[in-house]
């Protein structure tokens, strides 16, 4: 029998007290005897949140997701509610996406709150996670709450947590909720409800917010240009059903494909191995329907519509995925052209990014003569930046792993705006007979030919979680020189947050929160950054290089040179 440690030993017994309901305790005993492993994977800590709020495999314990740590959660947020706004009549909305036991913990969710006396709006159905920040504000809650683990696989669920201002949770606040949660007990949440404080919404929102979608989303192109266009679209059994189609339709779209093997939502997600639209296989059959019916792009978002994968025609017309830095710099390119045209740029306005996503993104906003703000991974700092910068126009930003927010009307990654965005554009390409891809060649030989590739290495449970931390160890006391024959210049630490000149040996303070990631810079401009993820048990590398494109014919050539660079960098590395 593997040797449990006594502190965990004490987790386990407290889970098989009357504080549970007979059916936990029995799962408890049931691991006692048969899974010893899983019964010390699942309550060695306590589920915490990272950038994506709490994430976890569903289960008992403390360290799973299930309706104890989401009640224990809920109940540490209703005493921080009252805390924060004394003598209100508190209220919160919830929304919840396609997995296993969505609607049951939405419904524990709002049980606990409303028990707590918190007037709750609780969507009828699953909804996408950008429509519980747009109802959130135009509910005047003071915060919201999404069940969901984005594309994490079947086995996992999360929560997320929103505050007045539409965005996800920021210093100092998720600490002081941790603070809260952490002092409590698990009888100390109040899971009986009061129904007269459960209000159910649906339709009713969902009008308001597609119709915001579509004026934020819409940029004068001709109707002619809009029937020209052919859409494949796949939802890969997730939220975006519900609102996309209806978005498109309202936008005047009406030639949208829709792949109707993964339209059903389903949490086991049949079709794919993940429903992560960063990952090629899962776009393969809307590509396939692409093909068929001769698609001019294609969409594919996760599963709570947060985030969205895009593939268009290459130079050989042949179906090619954009990396979410491509998508990025088409969308954000749009925008400031789109306001530099209407005269709205006057030196007030800024675009959002994160410190591992391309540096192209710098450069673009610098020719448009509009900053680019840059901050850490997850767009709850580009919230940020917006709640911080009110005196500010947000313009629009993106991170590379498949997000992006078009103004402030929803404050996360929002892919039912940004898949409309991406179609308004590849009409309009259209309209003056180019693809979308000769659009980005266009700004790589304006702005630089920037490549980027990202690595992701999985090592799970306890002993992945050592590792993981290990390797970022090892990186900090033994830094990178050289990376590929190229001497690092330059080296930012955002969990020290101190970035150091290799070549001046001078040092200085990163004005970004601590955050465990390092970065590299060599003196050719290559960007190596090391991060682990804050909601998946992996440590990712991105890796980013760059260089001039003087023309079209030379593209395919440049870019096999740049992919070979990137190759050479991570085989330098040992990854």
Not at 31 to 60: C, D, Q
Not at 122 to 134: A, I, K
Not at 285 to 307: F, Q, W
């Amino acid at each position: 029998m593997l040797h449990i440690e006594p502190e965990i030993l004490e987790k386990v017994n407290e889970w098989l007290t009357q504080t549970f309901d007979k059916e936990t305790q029995e799962k408890v005993n049931r691991m006692i005897a048969g899974n010893p492993k899983e019964l010390k994977e699942s309550f060695y800590k306590n589920l915490e949140f990272g950038t994506g709020g709490m994430r976890g495999i569903m289960g008992v314990g403390n360290n799973r997701i299930n309706k104890y740590t989401l009640g224990k959660n809920t109940q540490g947020l209703s005493n921080y509610l009252k805390q924060s706004f004394p003598n209100q009549q508190l209220k919160v909305a919830i929304a919840y996406d396609c997995r296993h036991n969505s609607k049951t913990f939405g419904n524990v969710v709002a049980d606990v709150f409303s028990a707590n006396g918190i007037q709750v709006y609780l969507f009828e159905d699953l909804r996408p996670t950008p429509e519980l920040s747009f109802a959130l504000k135009h509910l005047n809650c003071h915060c919201g709450i999404v069940l969901t683990a984005s594309h994490n696989p079947p086995e996992y669920n999360g929560y997320k947590v929103y505050w007045q201002d539409g965005g996800q949770l920021v210093p100092p606040q998720d600490a002081e909720i941790i603070s809260e949660i952490n002092s409590l007990s698990y009888s100390d949440i109040k899971f009986e409800s009061n129904p007269d404080l459960i209000t159910y919404i649906g339709k009713d929102v969902d009008d308001v917010f597609i119709n915001a979608s579509v004026k934020n989303g819409s940029f004068d192109t001709p109707q002619e240009a809009k029937d020209n266009l052919n859409i494949v679209f796949t939802s890969l059994h997730g939220t975006s059903i519900t609102i996309i189609p209806e978005t498109l339709k309202r936008a005047g779209y009406k030639n949208v494909h829709i792949v109707q093997e993964q339209a059903e939502p389903n949490g086991n997600f049949p079709t794919v191995n993940s429903p992560n639209p960063e990952e090629p296989e899962a776009l393969k059959m809307a590509m396939e329907l692409a093909k068929k019916t001769d698609g001019d792009i294609v969409i594919g978002t996760d599963p709570d519509c947060d985030r969205l994968g895009v593939v268009v025609r290459n130079l050989e017309d042949e179906l090619v995925i954009l990396n979410g830095n491509q998508t990025m710099i088409l969308m954000t390119n749009f925008l400031l052209k789109q306001w530099k045209s209407q005269g709205k740029i006057n030196g007030n306005q800024f675009v959002g990014s994160t410190i591992v996503s391309t540096p192209m993104m710098s450069v673009l906003s610098d020719a448009y003569n509009v900053e680019c703000k840059i901050g850490l991974t997850g767009f709850k700092w580009i919230a940020k930046m917006i709640k911080d910068f009110p005196e500010l126009d947000f313009i629009g930003g993106g991170e590379e792993s498949f997000g992006f927010m078009v103004g402030d009307f929803v404050r996360d990654k929002d892919a039912v705006t940004s898949t409309l965005l991406a179609i308004e554009i590849a009409a309009q390409a259209k309209a003056n007979g180019k693809t979308l891809y000769q659009e980005l060649i266009d700004l790589y030989i304006e702005h630089g030919f920037y490549k980027e590739r990202l690595v992701s290495i999985t090592k799970k449970g306890i002993e992945g979680a050592e590792e993981i931390k290990q390797m970022m160890v090892d990186a900090r006391e033994n830094p990178l020189k050289e990376v590929n024959g190229e001497k690092v210049v330059l080296i930012e630490d955002y969990k020290l947050s101190v970035a150091k000149n290799l070549q001046t040996h001078e040092s200085y303070k990163l004005d970004i929160p601590e955050s465990n990631v390092l970065i590299y810079y060599t003196e050719n401009g290559s960007k190596i950054a090391l991060r682990p993820s804050g909601t998946e048990p992996k440590i990712k590398f991105y890796i980013s290089v760059n260089t001039a494109l003087d023309n079209v014919s030379d593209f395919t050539k440049t870019e096999q040179l740049l992919e070979s660079k990137i190759d050479a960098i991570l085989k330098d590395m040992n990854i």
